[in-house]
């Protein structure tokens, strides 16, 4: 059988690769679902999902304030399926943030963000952040208590960034108050630019991990027979598929999205708080100096994050979960110890004087911002330290140790937040609530 080498050059091309999800083959090794619990696809899949379910919720959406909540309420009485629409709509975005992240730290503990992924992996967490401000956006459009207030608890978050902080505040609420101009801008963003941005980043995302050959694989499983997509592939991806639609269509047809009383900007709920996804961030500011809270633990996070993939390491283990039996021991003890000190610190942080009224002279900047944070730097380097010596581990492992600690530590604070404040964000037991 003759060959056309101008045609086999076509087929090599990126704009070939757009044209195909799935090279012809892959490794039979790669199709072990516990491998990537098919969380890049599910996501993929619950972006369709967004957009579909979005483009018909447009058509009976009014983005203004007058008449916002009104078509939501007539959009669940009055339209045939309208709450199932929306219900659907709702739950998807949330799994999309759960799946997404959960992908990322997959991606983690297998150690697949190295070079040749270091791309993907970045773009990973650009499309994370998007996902996040894709439910924020959306967060603000149903106009009632709950987002309005939420909302507004969110971006003012935005007023400690020095500098340009106002700036941006003011430019994403188009003015001083959640308004119009703000309802407008978070629907844009909302129904057109985050979402382009998301396809554009999820095709160049797809784009990168052909190139680098796929899911990554333990290094004596990179050898295994190649087999056709379908139907080894393409049935797997079907059943996952079907299981996640009929998982998100059960939940949607048991539990309603939530719709408060309508939006009151005169009067404010107490305690008002920020969205679940950042109620981290609140939390961190009852107990440090906004600027630390809001900016310098987020961007220190972040840029290790971009960091990462071009820490010098030895690679071993990449393919496998948690990269090795110390790691998953490793693993274990990092999460336990994240848990109890972070809830530890919490309890302290509300039983101990108040830094600022015990030393009124010096500025609050340095006793509960600087010094907290020199402090907690100096314990995880002790901590990583101590991990590191008695499991015996690689670079690699320390850096999932890391990871581990930080999610579980935001993870406390978040659960903390949500549950364990009432009026004037004071602490309470949840049933107090």
């Not at 010098?312 to 274990?332: C, E, K």
């Amino acid at each position: 059988m003759n060959h056309d080498p101008i045609t086999e050059k076509k087929k090599r091309t990126p704009a070939g690769l757009i044209l195909h999800l799935h090279p012809r083959k892959v490794r039979e090794s790669t199709l072990r679902f516990s491998l990537t619990f098919g969380l890049g696809g599910m996501a993929a899949l619950l972006m369709v999902m967004q957009v579909v379910t979005g483009l018909l919720l447009k058509f009976h959406y009014e983005p203004s304030p007058g008449e916002a909540y009104d078509s939501i309420l007539n959009l669940q009485q009055s339209l045939l399926f309208g709450k199932m629409l929306r219900n659907i709509h709702h739950w998807s975005a949330l799994a999309m943030v759960w799946i997404v992240f959960l992908h990322m730290l997959r991606v983690v503990f297998t150690g697949a963000y190295r070079k040749p992924r270091d791309v993907s992996w970045i773009l990973g967490l650009a499309l994370l952040i998007l996902v996040v401000l894709s439910n924020f956006t959306g967060y603000l459009l149903p106009w009632d208590q709950l987002s309005y207030w939420a909302v507004t608890v969110a971006t003012s978050l935005l007023s400690y960034v020095p500098l340009a902080g106002e700036l941006i505040r003011e430019a994403l609420l188009g003015g001083k108050e959640v308004g119009q101009p703000t309802l407008t801008n978070f629907f844009n963003l909302h129904t057109g630019i985050i979402p382009l941005l998301i396809i554009a980043l999820m095709a160049w995302h797809f784009w990168r991990i052909r190139r680098a050959g796929g899911v990554i694989v333990a290094e004596k499983e990179r050898e295994s027979p190649m087999v056709d997509i379908r139907p080894h592939l393409v049935n797997r991806e079907f059943v996952v598929a079907v299981i996640l639609l009929a998982v998100i269509f059960f939940i949607s047809s048991l539990f309603d999205a939530p719709l408060r009383e309508r939006a009151n900007p005169s009067f404010s709920p107490n305690p008002a708080k920020a969205p679940w996804y950042f109620m981290g961030l609140q939390e961190l500011l009852i107990h440090f100096h906004p600027f630390f809270a809001v900016v310098v633990f987020p961007l220190t996070v972040l840029t290790a994050a971009v960091w990462m993939p071009y820490i010098r390491s030895d690679d071993t283990g990449q393919g496998i979960w948690f990269l090795s039996g110390r790691g998953v021991r490793a693993a274990r003890f990092s999460l336990a110890a994240g848990v109890i000190l972070t809830a530890i610190f919490i309890g302290l942080s509300e039983l101990l004087p108040d830094p600022e009224l015990l030393l009124p002279a010096v500025p609050p900047m340095i006793t509960t911002g600087l010094v907290p944070f020199l402090i907690l730097a100096l314990a995880l380097w002790v901590f990583l330290r101590f991990t590191r010596r008695r499991f015996s581990l690689s670079r690699a492992e320390m850096i999932q140790s890391v990871v581990i600690v930080i999610v579980a530590s935001y993870t406390v604070l978040t659960l903390a937040g949500i549950f364990f404040r009432g009026e004037g964000m004071n602490p309470v037991w949840p049933w107090q609530i």
